[in-house]
């Protein structure tokens, strides 16, 4: 695997009240194909009034190629700053990250036929209330907020017939299990309480990939995998099933993907002062067989994020403080490929990008993660990942106008087709 970096993608977000003279910049990427022309770009707009200063949900209709000229960019939701979410006058602010799209693009067949489902695109997010101080207008991650403000959200599109412009099938609206649609609980879990988003697409479940799979995590430390079915009359998708939790240590920010007839599941050990990464290879995350495999390597604590390539080989993309010439868990951002057949061990490590040897601002703290990876069928896969400036003392202007969202081109020596075909079932 080659990598040939592409530099920073989106500078700037077009959309008023989210741009560079907001004091926003665009950061966590994510993208699909919708049509055979098309990509939707989806991501999250960024602060500086904290650690973790998410805002809204926006995104990008892109020509020829993920990384092609922009066709039109637009609002999915956006972020408050005088939530009132408990009706009870304390105004908090709303705020939206992690998106991941999902979808069967326009046009679509599998073994000649149309798929009544093609053009139809869910787009998820995560939702959470910050506590406002008061006098300073700062904000700050209240733990009494998350546990009752915490979730998940998601709105359905279709592209039009011009494929300039989505139409809403569904607006934004709270993510919620299907019979589970009023109430406290919002799913079949047992004892759960609050939500949080994954950060890779959901994958095709079954063959024409009317339903999909991805792995959310609950109260901050739980996995489970969740199905999404289209349903025909409605014209939209449903959140059908849950499975039970995956690990029996505390986990999160899961990634699911396929591999010959099984699947795998990585997650993060969540507890604090451990670092590594979990495992899991199942014939059926709902039923789920085989048992977890902790790896110390890499020593990551951060986000991290898993893809089958397609060239067959499962990569690993995240940081490691302990090899970091920097100290730093968030730079450089590396790749390892996992031999999933041999206990999960990595080998083969490159440095996908490093802030400091591009010749970013180096007073500043600034964050390379939250990698993904475009589905790809071919021998060249577009990877995004965001670079974003921590909010602390060191931050400059230069180092504010360093964030945003940044590519690279992957290109593999050969092509797997089962690989491809167990993530695009469809032809175009």
């Known amino acids: 695997m ?8 989106i500078d700037a977000c077009t959309v008023p009240g989210e741009t560079r003279a907001d004091d926003v910049y665009p950061a966590h990427p994510n993208a699909i194909r919708v049509s055979r022309t098309r990509w939707l770009l989806v991501y999250a707009t960024r602060g500086f009034r904290l650690k973790d200063d998410d805002r809204s949900i926006i995104y990008q209709l892109r020509r020829n190629a993920p990384d092609g000229p922009v066709v039109c960019e637009g609002l999915i939701a956006r972020a408050l700053d005088d939530w009132d979410p408990f009706l009870d006058g304390n105004k908090c602010v709303r705020q939206y990250g992690s998106p991941v799209a ?4 326009r046009g679509a067949r599998i073994d000649g036929k149309s798929l009544p489902h093609a053009n139809v695109f869910a787009v998820k997010w995560r939702v959470l209330a910050l506590a406002i101080e008061p006098g300073s207008g700062r904000v700050s991650n209240d733990p009494v907020l998350r546990a009752r403000t915490q979730g998940v959200m998601w709105a359905q599109f279709r592209l039009n017939d011009s494929e300039d412009h989505l139409e809403v099938l569904q607006p934004p609206m709270p993510f ?17 309480r609050w939500m949080n988003q994954t ?6 479940y079954n063959a024409d990939a009317s339903e999909w799979i991805d792995c959310n995590h609950v109260d901050g430390s739980r996995v489970a995998a969740i199905k999404h079915v289209f349903n025909p009359e409605a014209g939209r998708y449903e959140w059908a099933a849950c499975g039970p939790y995956l690990f029996d240590r ?10 010959h007839g099984h699947w795998i599941i990585t997650a993060r050990l969540h507890h604090r002062g451990n670092s590594g990464v979990a495992w899991l290879k199942t014939d059926d995350p709902f039923l789920p067989t085989g048992r977890p495999v902790y790896q110390a390597i890499p020593a990551t604590h951060v986000p991290r994020t898993a893809y089958l390539c397609p060239d067959g080989v499962v990569r690993l993309f995240t940081g490691d403080p302990t090899i970091s010439p920097y100290g730093y868990g968030r730079n450089p951002l590396y790749v390892w490929d996992v031999a999933s057949e041999d206990g999960f061990n990595v080998s083969n490590r490159r440095v996908v990008y490093d802030c400091r040897l591009a010749g970013l601002d180096t007073e500043s703290c600034l964050r390379v993660d939250m990698c993904k990876l475009v589905p790809a069928a071919g021998e060249r896969q577009l990877l995004l990942h965001r670079v974003a400036p921590v909010e602390d003392e060191r931050l400059t202007q230069g180092g504010k106008a360093d964030g945003g969202i940044y590519g690279a081109w992957l290109t593999y020596d050969h092509v797997d087709p089962d690989a491809v075909r167990a993530q695009i079932p469809w032809t175009l």
């Open 176 to 192: 919620r299990q299907r019979g589970f649609e009023q109430g406290d609980a919002f799913c079949e879990l047992p004892e759960c």
């Open 250 to 259: 505390p986990t999160s920010e899961a990634s699911i993907l396929p591999w």
């Open 199 to 204: 950060f890779i697409q959901p994958q095709p």
């Open 2 to 9: 080659r990598i040939l970096h592409k530099g920073r993608l």
């Open 102 to 105: 999902f979808g069967v693009p």
